[in-house]
């Protein structure tokens, strides 16, 4: 579909400036979808979705209008552009506003964001959740709960600029809840662009342990204890680390970093947090944001240190800054944040600690203050008690409340 994606997104432009908008972006998608979900220890239900979502950014003396649809026909979107012209008169300039960029001669496509596997198995995903259910019931658990979801994805991008870019890619997007007895549960996941059978079943293998070993739980005292997040429940903090790194967020006041600049010390210096866009293993990586800016990877903290804000063409001419090719048409966005690894293993994690915690998983993260960082979440599924270097007994689920600088710059080692 790349010829037919690409000539109706440029037509789109076309008929947006024939309509009477001085500039015009169209990004449309088109995706396969299946998802399989497993209930009480079997494939339950299969869902199928093919989806044609088409985006249109319009710009008529510095008004600037950003539509999603989801069309059946072309006439909509035709009678869409029709329509928006008459909105446009009627609202006030954008305050971001700055002209569309020209196209760079210099983006090289990522080789790789195609799995063949992946599109094999979106007409029958049954084969992998039964896989997955067979690993976790290896151990002793009563049932598992999870989904599989996989998507193959086109996208072109169209703009008045004379942008043409296509790119299309895969993705598995995985987890697995595992039970036994009253109170033992566990859950892991995984995300990436390639299907790996047994990364799947060591998903399953690591929730169906974790249940196990957090049977019989009890409570423990409030208190001030060190803590060792798991992958999951460090990296649901980080996304918020990492969406206060938009230079939106911190012109609206949504970000922990709105009195700093780069080069400030925002964490300890064991942690280097990364935008890895061009990562062909990882779900979020593309080669071009949506105003056709080629992708990059960039530090965002490094060694402790804030090193990038996040811009696309608007924020960055409101500082006289450069664009980090992060553009959504809104808000800049990080495409995949990865955190360089440290040098010990769990289990030297666990020795170090005196009295602590280990957290597997999280939900309900919410922010009470966004400039502060002052966040709560409620822990769940296994969850244990360290005492002297060791696991002692798993406990009963716990509310955390911190600030994520606080989080960010205690940070004493990472596995």
Known sequence: MKEELLTLASKLVEKALGEGFSEAAVKITSSRRTMVKIANSEPSVVQYWNTLNVGLYLVKDKKILIVELEPSNIEELDKSIRELIGIADKIMESPFYA??????????????????????????????????????????????????????????????????????????????????????????????????????????????????????????????????????????????????SSAFSMFMGM??????????????????????????????????????????????????????????????????????????????MPWNLIVKPGTHSLEELIGEVKKGILVTNNWYTRLQNYVEGLFSTITRDALFLIENGKITKPINKLRIADSLSRLLNNIEALG
């Open 99 to 244: 002209p569309l960029p020209e196209p760079d001669k210099k983006l090289e496509p990522i080789p790789g964001l195609v799995d063949d596997n992946i599109i094999k198995v979106l007409d029958n995903p049954v084969e992998l959740a039964e896989a997955v259910i067979e690993t976790a019931h290896r151990e002793r658990i009563d049932f598992t709960a999870g989904a599989i979801d996989l998507a193959y994805t086109e996208k072109a991008l169209a703009t008045s600029k004379n942008v043409e870019l296509y790119e299309d890619s895969t993705r598995i997007q995985a987890y697995l809840r595992a039970f036994v007895g009253e109170d033992g549960s566990g859950q892991w996941a995984l995300g990436s662009r390639k299907l790996d059978r047994k990364k799947l079943e060591e998903m399953a293998s690591i929730a169906a342990r974790y249940a196990v070993d957090s049977r019989g739980r009890v409570d423990i005292e409030p208190g001030v204890y060190d803590i060792i997040l798991s992958p999951m429940v460090f990296g649901n903090l980080l996304d918020l680390v990492g969406r206060m």
């Open 255 to 332: 970000s922990m970093f709105v009195k700093n600049k780069p080069g400030d010390k925002v964490a300890s210096e064991k942690l280097t947090l990364i935008d890895d866009a061009r990562n062909p293993e990882l779900p979020g990586s593309t080669s071009f944001d949506d105003e056709g800016i080629p992708t990059y990877s960039k530090p965002i903290i490094e060694n402790g240190v804030l090193r990038t804000i996040l811009h696309n063409s608007k924020t960055a001419a409101k500082v006289g800054a450069k664009t980090t090719g992060n553009a959504g048409w809104i808000t800049p």
